[in-house]
């Protein structure tokens, strides 16, 4: 064997050895990778049931570099920031990960699919410890078909008076909804528009998802009987 062939099959043997190299990080870096966030995501929030992250990414090596083309993520009663999700289902596309302080932090990306459960006692004990709605004494929320009612007492003049205020949860922007009034009552006394319009500030709230585990975009809020669910973009 002269040394050309020599050469030729020492290359062939490099080419083969790159590849069984980088099969060998497309089957083990996705696993790896989702294995430690996942880790990472159930020391970050307060709470969960179920949790459970899949990364896929082709070459895998771009994973080294913190470049994760698709991400699903799925989990069940999860508490983030005393906000209780019933269910989180989600997939997102073009993330950037890093590692902070020994962490996992995904920092820049987009849904292709999101699905947030909330039930309505959830959702009634969330907001019990917002500051804003201190206003109210005996607050309660309740999800119908088609629309949110909520009830409770607030001083008015200088009297408490019972409010029942209807209305809707309607997207601010990509990641914060806002409860939306439309119809207010007094002691079953109707009150014109404009006299909610003066009390808007202490009548509506909002509910920010800027501190979920990944960037969302949210596009609709949904309303059922007994919850609420707030999507993205969905299949």
Known sequence: MNWG?????FKVLVIIFLLVILAFMQFYLPQSISQRLTSTLKEEVDKSDRLEVDIDSFPAIE????????????????????????????EFKDLRVKKVDGQWLVTGGENTYLNLKFSEEELNQYLASREELDIFDKFKMELLKNKVMMVGDIQFFNATV???????FVVKDKDTIVFSSDELAVQNIIIPKSLIEQLKDKLQFEIDFADLPFPVKIEQVKLEEDSLEILGENK
């Open 162 to 168: 019972n409010i029942q205020l209807a209305g809707n």
């Open 5 to 9: 062939e020599c050469m030729r099959n």
């Open 63 to 90: 994973l080294l570099l913190g470049r994760v083309d698709n991400l699903k993520f799925s989990a069940d009663n999860l508490i983030i920031d005393s906000l209780p999700i019933s269910n989180f289902e989600g």
